[in-house]
């Protein structure tokens, strides 16, 4: 039977070996965590000690930070995926090793779709949804509407202030 081949299976120190990769990855996802945080701030780069054609003197030090920081990002969650891909197998060896229980059904019922198999994949689109933003800039037009409308208001009740006619609010339009 298929099953009881033992070219694939690992030995116990195969997934020690396994499980110290996936440490050594740790330490890079790290790195490249910090050189992608370096590279948003004013901190000149370094190249390593490697000098290449995108030297600082043929393009600016913006653009120079830009690809910093999308190659950073880019090993970070390549790094990442591929280290929650490897401890995946490593949790699925331990579960057929019956060295620990399987999730409970109800645990991967709590989540729906592609959440209840990988939430990274989740977190990850959604920290790049513009939608925060977009609805606090909806929020501060309206209340900038208000205020105008406050004020205008203000202004229309009020005939008896003393004010030239240069300071008085005029009314805008508003989409």
């Not at 009020?158 to 008085?168: H, I, L």
Request: hydrophobic share 35%; glycine share 4%.
């Amino acid at each position: 039977m298929e099953s009881q081949e033992p070219d694939h299976a690992f030995s116990a120190a195969d997934r020690i070996e396994q499980l110290n990769e996936i440490d050594r990855d740790a330490t890079k996802l790290l790195r490249a965590a910090g050189f992608a945080v370096q590279a948003l701030t004013n901190i000149p780069l370094s190249n390593g000690g490697t000098k290449d054609s995108h030297s600082p003197s043929s393009k600016s030090a913006l653009e120079a930070h830009q690809e910093a920081f999308k190659a950073a990002s880019s090993q970070y969650f390549a790094l990442l995926s591929s280290i929650d891909v490897r401890l995946r197998r490593q949790v699925y060896a331990l579960e057929e090793a019956s060295i620990i229980r399987p999730e409970t059904t109800t645990k991967t019922a709590e989540g729906s779709g592609t959440a209840a198999f990988n939430p990274l994949e989740t977190s990850w689109l959604n920290t790049r949804k513009d939608s925060v933003g977009k609805d606090k800039e909806a929020e501060l037009w309206a209340e900038a509407k208000d205020l105008v409308m406050k004020l205008g208001s203000m202004d229309a009740e009020d005939p008896s202030a003393e004010r030239n006619s240069d300071t008085r609010l005029k009314p805008m339009e508003i989409d």
